[in-house]
């Protein structure tokens, strides 16, 4: 079994960046996909990005251009830069490998 830990949420102005991390224990994590959702209250959660095993990399359309999903497979870390946050980007971000979900981290974007 995976388990994954993210970090790197708080609290930041509109306008503003914050890079979120998730490192994988356990599984085997230079071949496998990866993915970053989000759910913000009172929503269903939703994929914000993917990276294929080969780095191939996708993104909802209300984050493309803001955010970039990347992987550093020697350390079993997947990040999510994010610039640009606007408050409707306020949520708690989760990472996926396969089946298994991180318990996510908190990101607020207000003034």
């Known amino acids: 079994q995976v388990r994954l830990v993210e970090s790197g949420g708080g609290l930041v102005q509109p306008g503003g960046s914050l890079r979120l991390s998730c490192e994988a224990f356990g599984g085997i994590f230079s071949i496998s996909a990866l993915a970053w959702y989000r759910q913000a209250p009172g929503k269903e959660r939703e994929l914000v990005a993917t990276i294929s095993s080969g780095g191939y990399t996708d993104y909802s359309y209300s984050v493309k251009g803001r955010f970039t999903i990347s992987r550093d497979d020697n350390k079993n870390m997947v990040y999510l830069q994010m610039n640009s946050l606007k408050p409707e980007d306020t949520a708690v971000y989760y990472c996926?490998?396969?089946?298994?979900w991180g318990r996510g981290t908190q990101v607020t974007v207000s003034s």
């Open positions: 996926k490998l396969g089946v298994d």
